[in-house]
């Protein structure tokens, strides 16, 4: 499916730059995929702790609201949509509760119809929403969202692999000094990959970017847990983060409500600068996702491990939804080529 650039909505028309950008974006996120330890793993969000089995309703929503009623939201859930959530890291294939990371929430609901932008090969009927702990992205300006990627694809390549080139380094190099004059650009990086969750199942997760919500409404999406706020002090280690998982899941089901902010009419909310958060925006629960319990006597966690290694294979695009969800803005358009591009090389 193709799509007209909702201007109306803030969208800014394609630079004619874009295919340089997206063509450098696709090579180094490709340079990001190379580990020698960690072959044809993904470039981004490499370590999945685990992909677990959960439930999707659709709300009720008030008349006051009836105007959300579109896409998948159009109608309350009779009986709950099956569905996969992929708790992820980042950057790293360890948990550093010292350096800190950015973390994932995919979630892959299955039972919806219609065509979508990139339909899952592999799953039919399925509709995917991606999200991380943090409220804001680290750049929406095309031109310095790929020099970032360059700067990432050097350093990554370095710290995995230990570098193969002379090339590289001095690559790093200058755009590393590059980088260290962009201060709002380095302070959004910063807050975005240094969270410390105790735990994934009490941490709030945001889309970062704005969706379509109907032919003439924007939205950003949150994922808001309804579990008690567990912070006590335990183990930190390099996999605390699928034991505290474990540990929650082993005592009943976690749960999260999805919202949407709603850019308003007038509204000073960007759509292509996903640094920005949209601060006071009207904010209505859509959704009820619940994350099932693992019964560890039935399934053993080594027999679990082995279920969630092999749904490592899944892949989630955000563009896996249908035209009243078309993702907003110039990234999310990259995205689109680049998510597919790196399915591909990573098969």
């Known amino acids: 499916m193709d799509f007209k650039i909702a201007t109306h909505l803030g969208e800014d028309p394609h630079d004619a730059d874009f295919?340089?950008?997206?063509?450098?974006?696709?090579?180094?996120?490709?340079?990001?995929?190379?580990?020698?330890d960690f072959p044809n793993t993904r470039a981004q969000h490499p370590k999945g702790h685990?992909?677990?089995?959960?439930?999707?309703?659709?709300?009720?929503?008030?008349?006051?609201d009836k105007e959300l009623r579109e896409g998948i939201f159009a109608t309350p859930s009779e009986t709950p949509h099956k569905?996969?959530?992929?708790?992820?890291?980042?950057?790293?294939?360890v948990?550093?509760?010292?350096?800190?990371?950015?973390?994932?929430?995919?979630?892959?609901?299955?039972?919806?119809?219609?065509?979508?932008?990139?339909?899952?090969?592999?799953?039919?009927?399925?509709?995917?929403?991606?999200f991380i702990n943090s409220e804001i992205f680290v750049?929406?300006?095309?031109?310095?969202?790929?020099?970032?990627?360059?700067?990432?694809?050097?350093?990554?390549?370095?710290?995995?692999?230990?570098?193969s080139k002379v090339a590289g380094v001095l690559?790093?190099?200058?755009?590393?000094?590059?980088?260290?004059?962009?201060?709002?650009?380095?302070?959004?990086?910063?807050?975005?990959?240094?969270?410390?969750?105790?735990?994934?199942?009490?941490?709030?997760?945001?889309?970062?970017?704005?969706?379509l919500l109907g032919p003439d409404r924007a939205v950003k999406y949150v994922m808001k847990p309804t579990n008690p706020n567990d912070k006590d002090a335990e183990d930190r280690s390099e996999n605390y983060l699928l034991k505290r998982l474990i540990k929650a899941l082993s005592t009943g089901p976690c749960e999260f409500t999805l919202q949407v902010q709603v850019k308003m009419p007038g509204a000073a909310y960007?759509?292509?600068?996903?640094?920005?958060?949209?601060d006071g925006a009207k904010t209505v629960d859509v959704a009820k996702l619940t994350i099932l319990p693992l019964n560890l006597t039935e399934t053993p966690e080594e027999d679990l491990r082995k279920v969630w290694g092999e749904r490592e294979k899944n892949?989630?695009?955000?563009?896996?939804?249908?035209?009243?969800?078309?993702?907003?803005?110039?990234?999310?358009?990259?995205?689109?080529?680049?998510?597919?591009?790196?399915?591909?090389?990573r098969r």
């Open 50 to 64: 685990a992909t677990l089995e959960a439930e999707f309703s659709v709300l009720e929503l008030s008349d006051e």
């Open 83 to 93: 569905a996969l959530v992929r708790f992820s890291n980042s950057n790293e294939m």
């Open 139 to 163: 750049e929406g300006n095309l031109k310095k969202y790929t020099r970032l990627n360059d700067l990432a694809g050097e350093m990554m390549d370095l710290k995995r692999n230990g570098g």
């Open 315 to 345: 892949t989630y695009n955000i563009w896996n939804v249908t035209a009243a969800h078309r993702p907003l803005g110039a990234l999310n358009w990259v995205r689109r080529k680049v998510y597919a591009t790196l399915k591909d090389t």
């Open 270 to 278: 960007p759509i292509e600068d996903p640094r920005i958060p949209w």
């Open 171 to 211: 690559n790093f190099l200058w755009l590393k000094f590059l980088h260290f004059f962009d201060k709002a650009q380095r302070d959004a990086v910063a807050k975005v990959s240094s969270q410390k969750p105790y735990s994934l199942t009490t941490e709030h997760f945001w889309s970062t970017t704005p969706y």
């Open 19 to 36: 295919p340089a950008f997206l063509d450098s974006i696709i090579a180094s996120n490709k340079k990001m995929l190379h580990r020698k």
């Open 95 to 130: 948990d550093d509760p010292e350096a800190g990371d950015a973390h994932g929430m995919a979630v892959k609901i299955f039972g919806i119809k219609g065509d979508k932008f990139e339909p899952d090969p592999d799953h039919a009927d399925t509709f995917d929403l991606i």
